[in-house]
């Protein structure tokens, strides 16, 4: 991992933080150039194709150059941070007077890391979208928010006026501002420029309410037109509005979309898949749940119809065994797993991830809950390591949330099966030979038709659907 280019010099070269991994993004960095860091220390954080991931410096020592700045895609193996060590620390502990240190920094600014002396090997900058000439750095927000928005300077204000409380400054923009990636979704799914956000949180962070505040935040008032100018007209309503202007946007294939896109065009195209389809009552499933969350040894933990649609694949895998392997090709051998590491497919701000369950069919229902809900709050943080994301056996994805009936799922790679959920409803039903309201969902089950047949495949979905009517199956079954 690390490499000496003199006695007191060493390079951290960017590491494979999973497996086979080739590429990562640097997303921030935690230190710059003349600070002093501790074996085991984090320094920067960085997004694979798999998650964000914060790496640690292996040894002690004084940060002497940061070669990438911050958006900056990287070889695997390729130097990113140089550390003076030994006595090398003490000299390099001192200023680094550097071309970037030239540009006087305000108060309160989050300092520029750049690199220096970018070595030749192949890694990708990310282009910036839409990058201003940087505005004043103490100017007030609305005249920061008015120059990078086009509306030109803002009107100064009456000399009788008394002078605002200065607000923190808002980042350049031809810095990265800092927020975390739900913070920036939010921001391009509200169309708020982050450039242009007067961030609240610790050391400059952009939050959630910063983003809204600026959406809430009402626009500079225009400057009027000299009176021999005459005013332009009104648009007409057939006219392009402001959002017209620019008819396409094109987003950058990397990190986890990009690895997502190439296994699921590797999936669809190597297992022939095979789907089939049934629409059970789960009327009783749904009262259960209900039971569960007024139990007490369930208090804290996260119960809802997933967690017993898991159980119930579960309890399907141990009476179909065979359902649960996987396909060698290099050995042209059926590999059956004696244990179910068990993904869920989730949707998080950097795309679709499957983390899985390690041994789920070890867990009692209280333990698989547990479980379940620390595997969703880790994805929504946007936390999930590489190791959590590899070695799964099964999937289910839960497109009923989204208000699907139903869909037609592709393996998740390396897998024979795949549940779909749907969205579960009031329907109407025939229920002991009378038309009632139902609670009533529709199951999809994708698999690997060259090691799982069609007699396989329907014991299993049915079997599933037998429990989740009659939940009392999963005691008796179990």
Known sequence: MTTMTDSSVREFKMPDVGEGLTEAEILKWYVQPGDTVTDGQVVCEVETAKAAVELPIPYDGVVRELHFPEGTTVDV?????????????AAAAEPVQEAVAEEPKP?????????????????KRRPRKGA?????????????????NGHGPAAPAAPAAPAAPAAPPAPV???RPLAKPPVRKLAKDLGVDLATVVPSGPDGIITREDVHAAVAAPEPAQTAAPRSEP????????APTSYDTTRETRVPVKGVRKATAAAMVGSAFTAPHVTEFVTVDVTRTM???????????????RVNPLLLIAKALLVAIKRNPDINASWDEAAQEIVVKHYVNLGIAAATPRGLIVPNIKDAHAQTLPQLAGS???LVSTAREGKTSPAAMQGGTV????????????????????ESAILAVGAIKLQPWVHKGKVKPRQVTTLALSFDHRLVDGELGSKVLADVAAVLEQPKRLISWA
């Open 372 to 374: 379940l809900g620390e």
């Open 287 to 301: 009262k259960l749940v209900e039971e569960l969350k007024q139990d007490k040894e369930y208090t804290g933990l």
């Open 395 to 414: 999937t289910i994805t839960n497109v009923g949330v989204f208000g699907v009936d139903t869909g037609t799922p592709i393996l998740n790679p390396g």
């Open 132 to 148: 201003e000439a940087p505005a004043a750095a103490q100017a007030p927000s609305a005249a920061i928010q008015a120059e990078l």
């Open 231 to 238: 005013a332009a007209p009104a648009p007409s309503p057939s």
């Open 107 to 123: 108060e309160g600014r989050q300092p520029v890391l750049v690199g220096y002396g970018v070595s030749t090997s192949s890694t």
């Open 173 to 175: 923009s031809g810095d």
């Open 77 to 89: 193996g390729t130097s990113i941070i140089a550390v003076a060590v030994g006595d090398g620390a």
